[in-house]
């Protein structure tokens, strides 16, 4: 059974349709991404999970039970926002007791157990009487976190959670954040506009365009196997290339003929049709190597080095603008520069037509 069921879920802003019949399923102990470019509907989409937003029109049915009208508070879900709104006054344990401020049931030291327990759970353990004015970015993140879990919620709702801090931290935090919900067991729902966060942390994402969902999938299926050009273009790089299908026979501007059985598989777009295919799926042949497989020409036009991998940009013999590159560095071997002449090998297995 789902533990979240959203069936024709639409909001209207006054005129504005921000979100426009989503159906999501989302499993207990998932973690689910939220993903999509700036004002798609992420954010209004979590609200309504937690019931901080009325819909339009759709059910929101959570645990088998009907909570469309049910207030936030009675909803089995927390939220975690962005700006990880924690009081500078209190100490760290007072910040995290506020979540148990419901929960007058609770003896003093039930209270403190739980408020440890959570600390311990976000590596916070011993920090409890510090005061939370004098904690780093990603410290006081984990105290909105600790704040959040110490009701042992069946739903976590994150809005952003990671985008206030450093590309360092943040890396560090989403693989905290993936242990913890491992550890936790708790349900994952995680809005956020970084493709890469979204991939590194997800079971399975939701990409979003203008209030309506174009795809959910695992990560990898949806890199290998996008539904559609704009999701293809979100999600990572890809290369696009103009081609032409005549009954079983599709022409790529640069790479030439493939026989459309051999492409890997077909995806929808409107407009003209397009050959596309993944920076690492290609390699860049260095002078003397031989190639397996397919092999088209051209010339080096931009070199981007990022330590790791180098990203080449090679406009192919007939092509007006280039197809990307990238290729893991290995040490001592030449780095080609820009002008020199390219040779790609490529599989037409790696090619997805867009049609
Ligand atoms: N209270 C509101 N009143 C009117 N319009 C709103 C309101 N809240 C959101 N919107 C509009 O609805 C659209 C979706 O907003 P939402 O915050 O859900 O987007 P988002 O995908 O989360 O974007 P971001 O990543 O920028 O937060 C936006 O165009 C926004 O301007």
Known sequence: ?????????????????????????????????????????????????????????????????????????????????????????????????????????????????????????????????????????????????????VLRPKVLLLDEPLSALDKKMREQMQVELIRLQRQVGITFILVTHDQEEALVMSDRIAVMFE??????????????????????????VMNFLPATVTDDVVEVQGLGKIVLDDLQSTASTDGTPMAGFRPETATLLFPGQEAEGRVAEGKVSEVVYYGDMTYYDVLLTGCEKPVRISMRNVFGRPVLNIGAPARLAWSPGAVTLFR
């Open 1 to 149: 059974m789902s533990l979240i069921k959203l069936r024709g879920i639409q909001k209207f802003y006054g005129e504005y349709h921000a979100l426009r019949g989503i159906d999501l399923d989302i499993a207990e102990g998932e973690f689910f991404s939220l993903l999509g470019p700036s004002g798609c509907g992420k954010t209004t989409l979590l609200r309504v999970i937690a019931g901080f937003e009325d819909v339009s029109d759709g059910t929101v049915v959570l645990s088998g039970t009907d909570m469309t009208k049910v207030s936030p508070n009675k909803r089995p879900t927390n939220m975690v926002f962005q700006s990880y709104a924690i009081f500078p006054h209190l100490t760290v344990a007072q910040n995290v007791a506020f979540g148990l401020r419901k929960r007058a049931d609770l003896t003093a030291q039930a209270r403190a157990t739980l408020v440890d327990e959570a600390l311990d759970m976000v590596g916070l353990g011993g920090y409890g009487n510090r005061a939370a004015n004098a904690l780093s970015g990603g410290q006081r993140q984990r105290v909105a976190l600790a704040r959040a879990l």
């Open 211 to 236: 209030g309506e969902v174009a795809q959910i999938a695992e990560a990898e299926a949806l890199y290998r196997r996008p539904v559609s050009r704009r999701v293809a273009e979100f999600i990572g």
